[in-house]
């Protein structure tokens, strides 16, 4: 069943989106139909577990975790939900692979179970997080730890005098107070007389605590700017509350990071693993390009978070650690492209030229029917200027075409029974709710994967305010999928 863009009325071509409020309900309504139909064919798989809540599949169960919580990548499933699903589905050893790694999460965790764990990361930010772990955990010494607790207590950049600027981006501009400015200046210049490795430590610390010390927060689809920062952002002033020293910051940080490595009355190692360890490699890049680089019938688990097709622009929220670790304007709007697409600004990627093998993948996204219903009940509303975007139906179209290329890639990389494991949600635009459980689910059972469940949140998340103004409340499903190869 497809959808109808169009509708013929004495020669004349009239768009759906446009037609009276009776039949315009139509593609909606198919839409729902289709959705239905999906629905009811993995309603077997469908279940809810009351081990797997909000907090376990976002940052919040991290947030006390050593380690895990030094910095705050909102985007990240919690240490307990790797181990959890690996320990349910009885994965003991072996390797496991995330295609899209951010701050490391499903490595480390996986790690402390004694798996091998590899990880694609294309943020640098993410890359500076797991190789900043990974240093401290593997390199460092009982003498770099107390190089550490001692910047922690005689906060020696205070007698500098700085020499060291800072790299901005036209989006970080008057980020910080003049005051944190001189600061990280001087702190900058301070970590120059250290061992290369002590001070790939320093600088991380000072990462972690940018956006406290900053008139900013974190807000997905962009970086929200406090009102003492004089720039204008919306009708609403934003106070994002009290703004944190830098002097107090750093320094908390620094024996944040030191007690959770070393027990300081026994000198114990804190982290949750056990001496047999696995090895974590990083592989820096975007998943599209390395995965058909990795080896056939490798893994023996994929675990992962895709970003999801929500409009968030990491390459904006991170923008101020972007900017500190030198990134270039010309280098972010790369990274914005090579991301998948997620994002309002992402170009069209000609897949085929990445990889020819991919022609299975893309044939199953084209025939998948609820995903070319959404596309083209989209493209109507595009063409009579009723999205609030017009990259809205590009952005989502890629979006799937490039996961359905991710899944084809997953399903070579596996061993024979192996298992995938992905956090991802719903999403709705203009009124049509996007099962990407569904379809994403319906892909990978056409290329080859058994859909063993859809692991859904008891409590599904709220669509945006401009959603429900229009369109009315409606709960949009927040999963963890279990697919198996045969």
């Known amino acids: 069943m497809s959808v109808p863009a169009t509708k013929h009325t004495s020669g004349s071509i009239i768009p759906l989106a446009v037609l009276s409020l009776p039949e315009a309900k139509l593609t909606l309504d198919d839409i729902v139909c289709l959705n239905g139909s999906l629905h009811s064919h993995y309603n077997h798989a469908i279940t809810y577990?009351?081990?797997?809540?909000?907090?376990?599949?976002?940052?919040?169960?991290?947030?006390?975790?050593?380690?895990?919580?030094?910095?705050?990548?909102?985007?990240?499933?919690?240490?307990?939900?790797?181990?959890?699903?690996?320990?349910?589905?009885?994965?003991?050893?072996?390797?496991?692979?995330?295609?899209?790694?951010?701050?490391?999460?499903?490595?480390?965790?996986?790690?402390?179970?004694?798996?091998?764990?590899?990880?694609?990361?294309l943020l640098p930010i993410g890359q500076k997080i797991i190789k900043t772990r990974c240093y401290l955990q593997r390199k460092f010494k009982s003498m770099d730890f107390r190089v550490l607790l001692k910047w922690a207590e005689k906060r020696p950049w205070l007698r500098i005098k700085p020499k060291n600027g800072f790299s901005v981006l036209n989006i970080t501009k008057g980020a910080y107070p003049p005051e944190t400015e001189g600061k990280i200046r001087q702190y900058l210049t301070c970590i120059e007389k250290e061992d290369p490795l002590v001070r790939e430590v320093l600088f991380f610390a000072l990462l972690c605590v940018l956006e406290m010390i900053s008139y900013t927060r974190k807000d997905g689809q962009y970086l929200r700017w406090d009102h003492r920062s004089g720039r204008k952002q919306g009708a609403k002033s934003f106070d994002k509350g009290p703004i944190i020293d830098f002097d107090t910051a750093v320094s908390l940080k620094l024996r944040e990071i030191h007690d959770d490595c070393i027990a300081e009355d026994t000198g114990?190692?804190?982290?949750?693993?056990?001496?047999?360890?696995?090895?974590?490699?990083?592989?820096?890049?975007?998943?599209?390009?390395?995965?058909?680089?990795?080896?056939?019938?490798?893994?023996?688990?994929?675990?992962?978070?895709?970003?999801?097709?929500?409009?968030?622009?990491?390459?904006?929220?991170?923008a101020l650690e972007l900017a500190m670790i030198n990134t270039s304007e010309k280098e972010l709007i790369a990274l914005r492209q090579q991301m998948l697409s997620c994002t309002v600004e992402n170009r069209a990627k000609n897949l085929f030229e990445i990889n020819p093998a991919w022609s299975t993948a893309i044939d199953a996204a084209d025939k998948q029917k609820l995903l070319q219903a959404v596309l083209s009940y989209l493209e109507s509303q595009k063409d009579f200027g009723l999205l609030n975007n017009n990259g809205i139906p590009r952005m989502v179209r890629g979006y799937f075409y490039e996961m359905a290329c991710v899944i084809q890639e997953s399903l070579r990389v596996l061993k024979p029974n192996g298992m995938l494991f992905m956090v991802n949600d719903n999403v709705r635009y203009a009124g049509a709710s996007i099962s990407v459980d569904l379809i994403l689910s319906d892909i990978a059972e056409k290329l080859g994967f058994t859909v063993e469940k859809i692991l859904t949140l008891p409590q599904g998340k709220g669509n945006s305010s401009q959603q429900m103004g229009r369109h009315g409340r409606e709960p949009l499903r927040k999963c963890v999928y279990v697919w198996r190869k045969a």
């Open 268 to 318: 114990a190692d804190l982290f949750d693993a056990p001496v047999n360890r696995g090895r974590i490699r990083l592989l820096s890049g975007s998943c599209l390009d390395i995965m058909p680089e990795l080896p056939d019938r490798h893994y023996e688990v994929i675990l992962t978070s895709p970003p999801y097709c929500n409009r968030y622009d990491y390459t904006r929220t991170y």
């Open 49 to 121: 577990e009351s081990a797997i809540n909000r907090t376990v599949v976002s940052f919040q169960a991290n947030k006390k975790r050593p380690g895990y919580r030094w910095f705050k990548y909102k985007e990240a499933f919690s240490s307990e939900l790797v181990q959890y699903l690996l320990r349910q589905y009885g994965i003991r050893q072996g390797h496991l692979l995330d295609p899209f790694a951010g701050s490391g999460a499903a490595l480390f965790a996986s790690s402390a179970l004694g798996l091998e764990s590899d990880g694609i990361e």
